[in-house]
Structures are given as C-alpha cells and as structure tokens.
C-alpha cells in the first residue's frame, strides 16, 4: 500500500498536496495496489483528497500536532505507516518534508529518495526513482533496496490529475509524543504563491541596476500573476529579500515558464533553474550566457522591453 | 558550548558535469573539490562565532576517504579546533553516512550538531534530520539565523514564503540556510595553524546500502533560442500561449 502525507498549509489542503496524491496514485497503480493518504491534525475538507486518487483518508488528531515539530510528526507518519502495512511513503519536498524525510527513513531504516522528480518505474526488478542531482546539472536513477520505501516529490514534477471521487475519512488512533520544539512566530507572506511552488516566475538581475528599479518586474509579475525571483548578487546586495535567490546556492525551481531580465546566465544561477519548462530570456548583450539555456530571447534594453511585455500580457489578458 | 559541524565535498559551483560513457557514474577527470558551500559558509562560521562569545570547542566531521583531507584542512584553516574524518572508501548514502556521524556523535555530548542544508551535490537536505532521529535529538532544518542562550537555542528557519521563529533546549541539530553567517575567508596564519591541528580518522561502522544509483542523465540540451523583436511583445506573447502553452 502508497501512504501519502498530505500537508495543509495555512488550515487548506493545496497543490502541494495535490501533487503528492496524484504522485501516489500514479506510484501505486504501477505496484498494483492501492493508494491512501494521511492527514495530520484537524484541517476541514480532507475527503476531497480522494479526487486526485487517494482510496480512504485516514486522520490522526491530537494537541501535540498543533504546531509543527518534526519528531512528532515523523512519529505520527512511521506508527501511521506500521499500522496500515504501507510499504511506500510520500511526501512533498518542501520545507516540512525536509525537516521529516530524513527522519522518517533513520526511523524505519528505509531507504529513501529526497526531491524526486518522475513517477516511480519498476527497472530490472528494482524500484527506481530520478531526482535531479547537482542542482538540476545531472539527473540519478536511484534504487531503493529496502521493503518499505520513502520519496519525497520536488514541487512543481507532476501536473494535478483528478481522477476519483471524494474519499472517507477514518482516525487512526496513535499516541503520540511531546514536542521538544515551540514555534513563537509563524510568519507567512500572503498573496503571491511562494517560489518553490510557483508556475510562473519573473526574475531580475544586476542588469535592474538598483533596487529602485525593480518595478518593471514587479509589474510584470503582477500581470502575469507571477511570483518574483533574484540572481544572488542581487539578494546579497540587498536590492531583493533572500528567499528570492535562485540558483545553486538558492531555491531551485521548475515553474512552466521563467523570465530573466538582466541576467548573465552564469552556471550557478543555470543550475538552480535550467529544469524550468520554458526559459525566456531579456537581456542587451546578445552574447550573455543565459540566451543559450533560453527557449525564447529578447536582444534589448529590459528598461523598455519590460514595459511593454507588461503590456502585451495585460492586452492578451483582457481579451 | 561543544559543537559539531559536519561536512560533506562537493564538486566546484563552476564544474560542468560530465558523465562517463556508459552513464553509471561522474566523470571525475579534472573535476576541483570545495566543501560544500551551506557547511561552509554557514554552518561553520556560526559555529566559530558562536565559540567566539560563549568558549568551547568547534570540531569538524566528514565522513569520507582520504582525498577529503584537503577540504577538512580548509574548515581547519577558518578556524575549527579539531577535526575527526569517519573513513570510507568511496562516498556512500545518506543513511549510511548519517549512522556513521550519529556513532561517532552518540558518546560526545555535543551541544549543537550543525549541517548545511544541503549538499549541492546530491541535494538531499536529509543527512541531518537522519542523525537527529538516530540520536532522539530535536531538529531544525534551513535554518536562517540562531541565538543560544544558557541552553535555550531560538532558531529562525525558513519556509515557504516566509519564516518560523522556533524555541527549543539544547542539545539540538541544526542546518544551517543563507541568513545564518557570512561567508570567511581563511588567512595565512590559519592555513599554518592547520596542518599542526588534529585530524583523527575513525573507523567506519558496518550499515547496509538502502539506496543505489544506477545510472545519471545530464538535461536535454535546449534547441537553438527563437529571437523575438525587441518592439514585438505581442508576439512574444502569442507564442508563450499558442507553442509553449504556459499562459
Ligand atoms: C560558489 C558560488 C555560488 C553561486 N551561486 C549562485 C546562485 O545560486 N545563483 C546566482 O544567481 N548566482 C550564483 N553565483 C554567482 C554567479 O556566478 C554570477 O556572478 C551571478 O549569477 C551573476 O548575476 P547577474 O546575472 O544578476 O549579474 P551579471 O553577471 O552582472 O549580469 C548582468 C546582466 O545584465 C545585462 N544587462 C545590463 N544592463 C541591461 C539592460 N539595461 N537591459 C538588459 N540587460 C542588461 C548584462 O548584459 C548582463 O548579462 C554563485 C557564485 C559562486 C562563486
Ligand atoms: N559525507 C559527509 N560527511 C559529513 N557530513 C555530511 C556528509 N554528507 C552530508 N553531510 C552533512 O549533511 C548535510 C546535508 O546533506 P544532504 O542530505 O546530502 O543534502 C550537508 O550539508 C553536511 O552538513
């Protein structure tokens, strides 16, 4: 059996979760066998979890779940797992799941594959997985060798697919221990959909020339309902927030579509977002890096091509 | 405070990966090591800065063959007291490496165990929380900033779109994300003190494999870029919908 952590974030199930069902579904229709998913804690609306392929839901409630503490929940999901017989487990690689996958594999001593990217295959005879290695430079085949079996799905791998009707839920009954950790502050930009999740990302590089500058990207975000992105010098000068940084030593992300605006292309920045679906690229220097890694290109000042890409989405967008 | 920092080998950001010709391993000709930049920027340097307020002793862990030496020697150089290399022949999975730190870590009563969050080789961002579980320890991945108070640690981690300020007693694992330092550089005076600090090699515990890579497969190479007029955005837009499908 697929056991499947689906995570609410904010009191919602969303995308994430979304994607890590239809991910389990997929796994388990190749095993033959059935696919569930777990939730932790109270959150409303779990038994729509059934439509992207998730048999029965199956909660387990209780005070020390309230705020997340890794130990916890990675108990809740092994005792979970044991009690169900689950010989594969799902996660998001997400913040919380990179908090628990580890865990979770030192915990039952299964192997485990963090950050995959496809769907699970059977390969002469073993288990096999791919997950980008090198920050999106290579691709591994990676066997698990262990009976039970631990993956966590990079976001954005695996388009939602509904495929069934709602599911029911039942408890699980498991004790559960104290949390170690206390969580003071939990603090959530709202609006923009968060980097790693994103389907649409528009970037800006030293070419911006300053913070004050970076309206043309914001517009254009804006129109495009897009999240916004940096390359590192830009995060480390402190023109754009960390957690905008993308590359080898920032976030790396797969959105459908990512525009870079006055960026070189150099392989660190490549390598964090060279797994992205379509790649277009704006930049004055016909001979940047970058337009080699691009799909479409753009030869020209962003200061005017910008603007009237913003355009040409808003007239795109209101037809 | 007693700290711990583990670190791993990573190929250099600027290595183009190159397979070998049946596809089942890296190809390792003229590729240039550093230590993996979260350990080494972060990781470390917090560690150090830490030790330099409160006292106590920063080691550093690798767990590897040999030729890692050069790497441990660097962390050596910036500043950490002592080191301890877990000896294996050829590099190993997580959950190997992780049993391996956990062994040698389980006796030594260290206040904080410090990881990067990720190596950028394999990308794991799962050696830490493995040891953490292995030694019952609580863990706080991607961490951004870290105070510790009379063993009262108040990490900040980050998380999607946002940040979680945690509290939680020492002994505690931690790895560490940008945020939490800046980056040091090693002098001249380090580079000497180096080579005289200890460097003590352990032996391995036995563990079975539980993963195994079989085979890499570099990215598909983009075709050639379609240029688009500078004063044509209609057009751009046009094939972003109608041939690439993502608006
Ligand atoms: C260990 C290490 C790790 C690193 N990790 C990362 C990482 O994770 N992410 C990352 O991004 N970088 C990383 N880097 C840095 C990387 O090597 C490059 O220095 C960086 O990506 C360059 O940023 P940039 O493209 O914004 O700036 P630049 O290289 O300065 O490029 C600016 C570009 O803007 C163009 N431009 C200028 N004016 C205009 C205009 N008006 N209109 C249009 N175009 C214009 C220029 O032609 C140029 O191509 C790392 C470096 C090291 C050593
Ligand atoms: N071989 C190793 N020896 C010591 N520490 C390691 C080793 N491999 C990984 N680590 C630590 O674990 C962190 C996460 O590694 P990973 O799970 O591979 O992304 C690294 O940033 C290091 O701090």
Redesign the pocket.
Known sequence: MVLVYAEATNGQFKKAAHEVITYGKKTADILGTECHALVLGDTPGAEALGKYGAGKVYRVSGASLAAFDAAVYTAAIADAAKQLGATVIILSHNSTGKNIT?RLAARLEAGSV?GANTVPEMRDGYFTVRKPVFSGKAFADVQLLTDVKIISVAGNSIPVKESGAEASVETLEISLPEPRTKVVKHQVATGRVPLPEAELVVSGGRGLKGPENWGVIEDLAEALGATTACSRPVADSDWRPHHEHVGQTGVAIRPNLYIAAGISGAIQHLAGVNNSKTIVVINSDADAPFFKAADYGVVGDLFEVLPRLTEAVKKYRGQ | MKLL?????TPETTTKIQLTADGKEIDTAGVQYIM?P??EWY?LVRALELKESAGGSVTI????PADNDSVIRKGLAIGADDAVR?DVSE??D?LY?ARQ?AEYAKSQAYDII??????I????????A?VAEFLDLPYVGEASHLEVDGGKATITRDIEGGEEVIEVDTPVAV?AAKGMAEQRIPNMRGIMMAKRKPLEVVAAVDYPDTTRIVTYEKPEEKGSVKLIDPDNMDELVRLLHEEAKVI
């Open positions: 580890g963090p | 920092v583990c670190v791993s080998k993996n979260y350990d990781a862990l690798n767990v590897g877990i590099e190993k997580s490496t730190i410090f990881f990067g969050k990720e190596t080789s394999y990308n794991g961002s799962e050696v830490g493995m790895s």
